[in-house]
């Protein structure tokens, strides 16, 4: 038997039922799954045992609720533990029966958009996103190629623990594998489908690839639109993905887009589902300014039912009123892209997105997809003169909104932090004060040992106080 040594008395010791061998694991009580798959350090939480036994009780899972037959993709951006998860995940998926195609680098996107295309019963994607270089993650596709329902998720995560058997029986024995990088071709395919004669002409672009999967494939995808483009952290690199670069570090994007003289600048995250712009001027174009800017064009083409946006509640003030405004309607879910994603079915909605640059536009895609974005934007500021900057100077001021990010390394802590007194009234507090002037967001990362402080309101001095207070109590008395 192979254990993994003892830790704190605060995780469970399981021991696995018998799909690959006996197995002790040792997982944290709190849930795997997060707002966007399981994630963590690579070979601390996430390490080569755990990925096998997801890989085995999620083949288990998928076979069960889909009721039907195919392989899995499998798909990985550039970070150097995306080897081992992804073999430990190939054992495990194997070992339940399925085929496993894997797809290599490539963006989470070509996973979901690939995944009905080929008739496979599910995806699965190896990418911590923005996260740093250390951490990794495994994100789940269903046959549709969307992610995963929170029920499904939770079926997996019972199962591994040994809470739920699966009552689905592997057809085979084992499945196979088989390296299938040419499918990705497909997902190029599918990206230049919905705008066959784009021409960007005139028009000079700056790409961030953030070393991760947008390498190559991005620069592909705009080779034929007759712009100029200029790519930045283009190729592949385990060691520096999101390093001082990409959708989270903008700084090198407007450089470069200063240094080129450029129209638009577009950086992407390490799997390039999401995608942060930047205008002419450097200013930076968010989630929310994309948001805006599309939902316009689609409003006005009477292509948005009830004029719906649906967004998160990160969503800026300034935004929310000017869509207002127009006649549109801004609902409101938790932070999340598969919350946004399952309000717009529920609603009926055709556009959601985060502020962080994930965008869901179901006229074309049902998943998030950073250079899909990118395309239907520039289209757009070329349909307009071919100057972001204008239609930024057109939309909406932001009201002033910070972000402090506090590292809390403890998982309960960080999870259970609404117990603790000393934050909760340092928030009453903020609130009592600011009254309908703000508003006040604190959450923990559903992706990083992270817990989040955000403070909006009309006056900066009221947002730099609050932030501070609130982010010094959770200082104080949880990153202990």
Not at 48 to 76: C, D, E, F, K, N
Not at 146 to 154: G, I, N, R
Not at 416 to 436: R, S, Y
Request: charge should be negative; hydrophobic fraction near 40%.
């Amino acid at each position: 038997m192979v254990s993994i040594p003892a830790r704190p008395a605060s995780r469970q010791h399981l021991l696995r039922p018998p799909g690959l061998g006996w197995q002790t694991l040792d997982l944290p009580q709190t849930q795997l799954f997060g707002t966007d798959g399981i994630r963590g350090q690579a070979g601390e939480l996430l390490n080569a045992p755990l990925a096998t036994q997801i890989g085995y009780w999620a083949g288990r899972v998928l076979q069960q609720h889909s009721g039907t037959q195919g392989p899995i993709l499998l798909g990985q951006d550039s970070r150097n533990s995306g080897h081992m998860l992804s073999s430990a995940l190939a054992a495990g998926l194997t070992s339940a029966g399925l085929d496993v195609w894997n797809l290599g680098l490539c963006p989470t996107a070509a996973v979901a958009n690939l995944t009905p295309a080929v008739g496979a019963i599910g995806g699965v994607m190896i990418s911590a996103s923005h996260n740093p270089p250390q951490d990794n993650g495994i994100k789940f596709f269903g046959p549709e190629g969307t992610k995963l329902p929170t029920a499904v998720q939770q079926h997996i995560e019972r199962s591994l623990r040994g809470l739920e058997v699966p009552n689905s029986t592997p057809v085979r024995a084992w499945g196979q594998w088989h390296h299938r990088p040419e499918l990705v071709g497909q997902y190029l395919d599918f990206l230049r489908q919905p705008l066959p004669d784009l021409n960007l002409s005139g028009l000079k672009i700056v790409l961030d690839m953030a070393w991760g999967a947008a390498a190559g494939i991005a620069i592909q995808a705009f080779d034929s639109t007759q712009a100029e483009v200029i790519g930045i952290h283009g190729l592949p690199d385990g060691d520096r993905i999101n390093v001082n670069c990409g959708s989270t570090h903008l700084e090198p994007l407007k450089a470069a887009v200063r240094e080129h003289q450029a129209d638009i600048g577009f950086a992407f995250d390490g799997d390039a589902d999401r995608v942060i712009a930047v205008d002419g001027q450097g200013r930076i174009v968010d989630g929310d300014y994309i948001l805006y800017f599309w939902g316009k064009l689609l409003k006005d083409a009477q292509r948005l039912p009830n004029n719906l946006i649906i967004s998160t509640v990160m969503a800026n003030l300034g935004f929310e009123r000017a869509w207002n405004a127009l006649g549109g309607e801004l609902l409101r879910t938790q932070v999340g892209d598969q919350h946004v994603h399952a309000e717009m079915i529920d609603r009926g909605a055709k556009l959601g997105g985060e502020q962080s640059g994930h965008i869901l536009c179901h006229h074309y895609s049902l998943t998030g997809d950073g250079i899909l974005t990118a395309l239907h934007l520039a289209d757009l500021v070329q349909q307009v003169g071919g100057s972001l900057a204008a239609l930024v100077d057109q939309s909406f001021t932001t009201y002033p909104q910070r972000l402090d990010n506090i590292r809390v390394e403890d998982r309960d802590r960080r999870k259970n932090w609404q117990t603790c007194d000393p934050v909760v009234q340092a928030i009453a507090q903020a609130e009592a004060d600011m009254g309908a002037l703000g508003r006040v967001l604190v959450r923990p990362s559903g992706t990083e040992p992270l817990i989040r402080v955000m403070v909006e309101a009309e006056q900066q001095p009221l947002v730099d106080h609050w932030t501070d207070h609130i982010a010094a109590a959770v200082r104080q008395h949880l990153a202990v």
